[in-house]
């Protein structure tokens, strides 16, 4: 990316946060970045973290330069660590489990009576389209982005391959980047070019590049990134060894690729002169795939994911430590756009927060986070069952229920119609776990990435944040868990979640666990 026109464009960007925090002289342009499988990983975060970490070896400039100039969030957490229900939650602004069939992955569909926020700013006059993924898997594919009806992907969709690609095709690094940049910005260009002039837009880029597969050893060709650069970074639950390493340098590697996506976007918006008009939020919808602990899991590496907000009537240059649910975003962009969020949500708005001047915690009240899952591949489990959990996470805890202990929590160790543990990603790392697992000095890893968990964990992440010693048992902490419990529960009954307000639980039965493909 060139760095002269990136910096034209950080200036910009940080006059208009810099500016006042009243209401621009139009509703302001959206650009949403939300990447598959994009954790808490950038750059940026190594300056507000005090101990070893993966953000110390990846680079992230395009990410970091917009949250120098915007809100950087720390404790932001997608309401579920699966694809379809972490988005279903993200578009309506409801909890995963208020969204229906939205609330599983494989065997999804969309309730087109409830609203989402793309459908709701068209409505007002905001001009939409989408490149990659909004919604799925899941019928139909997209919906609540109104299908393929605005799609601008007719110049494809190679950026999401990029280290496949680029290993076929044989480019050196540089090559690639240059053409994973004008591979990014493509169909933006299409969507600009289509969209009057006096309308605002709500632009939607949905990359897969941290989604597997990616290409094996595409962290060091492409981007130069060293396995054993990441000795003694890795968090306790991944086996610090040569092949995990290696796994995680190329997910950093195509966290790497997304960025430069990023930076393409921005720049595009820069020479539209576009920018200082326009709202970006950038993130992911849960954590890493294919890693124990990561996606699929209520722990941190599963649902805190980074989140990145500049633009007009923002107060730039903060990292705020507010809780914040994805499902938040959605009452927060209709708001920018002058649409009155509908009945029945679950989020609340951000924009007291991002027109604060403050950092650290600025409404009191945002002092936890729900999070939770069902079901995710279909049959992971015998009988097409889903792993109901949900987790309550605070400053000082976190607590999390599993109300089927007796079922396996990434999905049944073998069967004749299922990969063992389906509901982790394939990967390197998983693998070398299945074959190296029964040895002693990795059995420990091996059942906290695939062992059957009790029907209460509680962490204590002052003393373990690696979220790796289950305290819930200890008498110690007899007081904080059920005062955990009694939180969660009760924020569950107030939002309906079938899964405590339901005697008979719905997410038990048909459609609810039908196989993939089978009609309800």
Same mark, same amino acid.
């Given at each position: 990316?060139?760095?002269?026109?990136?910096?034209?464009?950080a200036?910009?960007?940080?006059?208009?946060?810099?500016?006042?925090?009243?209401?621009?002289?139009?509703?302001?342009?959206?650009?949403?970045?939300?990447?598959?499988?994009?954790?808490r990983?950038a750059?940026?975060y190594?300056?507000h973290?005090d101990?070893?970490?993966?953000?110390? =070896?990846?680079?992230t400039?395009?990410?970091?330069?917009?949250?120098?100039?915007?809100?950087?969030?720390?404790?932001?957490?997608v309401?579920?660590?699966?694809?379809?229900p972490s988005?279903?939650?993200l578009?309506?602004?409801?909890?995963?489990?208020?969204?229906?069939?939205?609330?599983?992955?494989?065997g999804?569909?969309?309730?087109?009576?409830?609203?989402?926020?793309?459908?709701?700013?068209?409505?007002?006059g905001?001009?939409?389209?989408?490149?990659?993924?909004?919604?799925?898997?899941?019928?139909?594919?997209?919906?609540?982005?109104?299908g393929?009806?605005?799609?601008?992907?007719?110049?494809?969709?190679?950026?999401?391959?990029?280290?496949?690609?680029?290993?076929?095709?044989?480019?050196?690094p540089?090559?690639?980047?240059t053409?994973?940049?004008?591979?990014?910005?493509?169909?933006?260009?299409?969507?600009?070019?289509?969209?009057p002039?006096?309308?605002?837009?709500?632009?939607?880029?949905?990359?897969t590049?941290?989604?597997?597969?990616?290409r094996?050893?595409?962290?060091k060709?492409?981007?130069?990134?060293?396995?054993?650069?990441?000795k003694?970074?890795?968090p306790a639950?991944?086996p610090?060894v040569a092949?995990?390493?290696?796994?995680?340098?190329?997910?950093?590697?195509?966290?790497?690729?997304?960025?430069?996506?990023?930076g393409?976007?921005?720049?595009?918006?820069?020479?539209?002169?576009?920018?200082?008009?326009t709202?970006? =939020?950038?993130?992911?919808?849960?954590?890493?795939?294919?890693?124990?602990?990561?996606?699929?899991n209520?722990?941190d590496?599963?649902?805190?994911?980074?989140?990145?907000?500049?633009?007009?009537?923002?107060?730039?240059?903060?990292?705020?430590?507010?809780?914040?649910n994805?499902?938040?975003?959605?009452?927060?962009?209709?708001?920018v756009g002058?649409?009155?969020?509908?009945?029945?949500?679950?989020g609340?708005?951000?924009?007291?927060?991002?027109?604060?001047?403050?950092?650290?915690q600025?409404?009191?009240?945002?002092?936890c986070?729900?999070?939770?899952?069902?079901?995710?591949?279909a049959?992971a489990?015998?009988?097409?069952?889903?792993?109901?959990?949900?987790?309550?996470?605070?400053?000082?805890?976190?607590?999390?229920?599993?109300?089927?202990?007796?079922?396996?929590?990434?999905?049944?160790?073998?069967?004749p119609?299922?990969?063992?543990?389906?509901?982790?990603?394939?990967?390197?790392?998983?693998?070398?776990?299945?074959?190296?697992?029964?040895?002693?000095?990795?059995?420990?890893?091996?059942?906290?990435?695939?062992?059957?968990?009790?029907?209460?964990?509680?962490?204590?992440?002052?003393?373990d944040?690696?979220?790796?010693?289950n =305290?819930?048992?200890?008498?110690?902490?007899a007081?904080?868990?059920?005062?955990?419990?009694?939180?969660?529960?009760a924020?569950?009954?107030?939002?309906?979640?079938?899964?405590?307000?339901?005697?008979?639980?719905?997410?038990?039965?048909?459609?609810f666990?039908?196989?993939?493909?089978?009609?309800?």
């Amino acid at each position: 990316m060139n760095a002269r026109l990136w910096w034209a464009s950080a200036v910009l960007l940080g006059l208009a946060c810099a500016g006042s925090a009243a209401e621009p002289a139009r509703k302001p342009n959206i650009l949403f970045c939300f990447a598959d499988d994009w954790g808490r990983t950038a750059s940026i975060y190594t300056r507000h973290e005090d101990r070893p970490s993966l953000n110390q =070896v990846v680079k992230t400039p395009h990410i970091d330069r917009v949250a120098e100039r915007g809100v950087l969030f720390r404790r932001a957490f997608v309401n579920a660590p699966s694809c379809t229900p972490s988005r279903s939650a993200l578009l309506t602004g409801r909890y995963f489990f208020n969204t229906e069939r939205g609330a599983i992955l494989q065997g999804a569909q969309w309730n087109a009576t409830i609203p989402s926020f793309p459908l709701l700013l068209r409505d007002q006059g905001y001009f939409i389209g989408k490149t990659g993924k909004v919604w799925s898997p899941g019928g139909p594919t997209d919906a609540p982005f109104g299908g393929q009806r605005y799609a601008f992907e007719k110049l494809g969709l190679q950026f999401n391959q990029f280290s496949v690609l680029a290993g076929k095709d044989g480019l050196t690094p540089d090559q690639a980047r240059t053409n994973l940049a004008a591979d990014a910005v493509k169909n933006f260009d299409q969507f600009l070019k289509a969209r009057p002039a006096d309308q605002p837009f709500c632009y939607w880029f949905g990359p897969t590049n941290t989604h597997r597969a990616y290409r094996r050893g595409g962290g060091k060709a492409f981007w130069g990134i060293e396995g054993d650069a990441l000795k003694g970074k890795l968090p306790a639950f991944l086996p610090d060894v040569a092949t995990v390493r290696e796994d995680v340098a190329d997910y950093l590697g195509e966290t790497q690729s997304l960025d430069v996506c990023i930076g393409a976007l921005i720049a595009r918006l820069q020479k539209a002169n576009e920018l200082d008009q326009t709202l970006i =939020v950038l993130s992911g919808d849960h954590g890493p795939p294919g890693f124990p602990g990561g996606k699929c899991n209520l722990y941190d590496f599963g649902v805190n994911v980074s989140l990145v907000i500049a633009g007009p009537g923002v107060r730039g240059g903060r990292v705020v430590d507010d809780f914040v649910n994805l499902m938040d975003l959605m009452p927060t962009l209709l708001e920018v756009g002058g649409v009155k969020p509908p009945a029945g949500i679950n989020g609340r708005g951000l924009l007291p927060i991002l027109r604060s001047e403050r950092s650290g915690q600025i409404e009191p009240e945002r002092s936890c986070v729900v999070t939770g899952r069902e079901r995710h591949v279909a049959l992971a489990r015998e009988g097409n069952l889903p792993y109901p959990q949900r987790a309550l996470r605070t400053a000082d805890y976190l607590y999390i229920r599993n109300f089927a202990p007796e079922r396996y929590p990434l999905g049944d160790p073998q069967g004749p119609s299922t990969v063992a543990y389906a509901d982790m990603d394939a990967s390197p790392t998983k693998g070398w776990l299945m074959a190296h697992g029964k040895e002693p000095e990795w059995q420990w890893h091996f059942n906290y990435a695939f062992g059957k968990r009790p029907g209460e964990e509680l962490y204590d992440l002052k003393r373990d944040p690696d979220q790796i010693k289950n =305290v819930a048992a200890d008498p110690a902490y007899a007081k904080a868990r059920a005062m955990m419990s009694e939180r969660l529960l009760a924020i569950l009954k107030e939002a309906g979640d079938p899964r405590v307000v339901d005697e008979d639980c719905r997410f038990e039965r048909a459609p609810f666990v039908e196989p993939r493909g089978k009609s309800p």
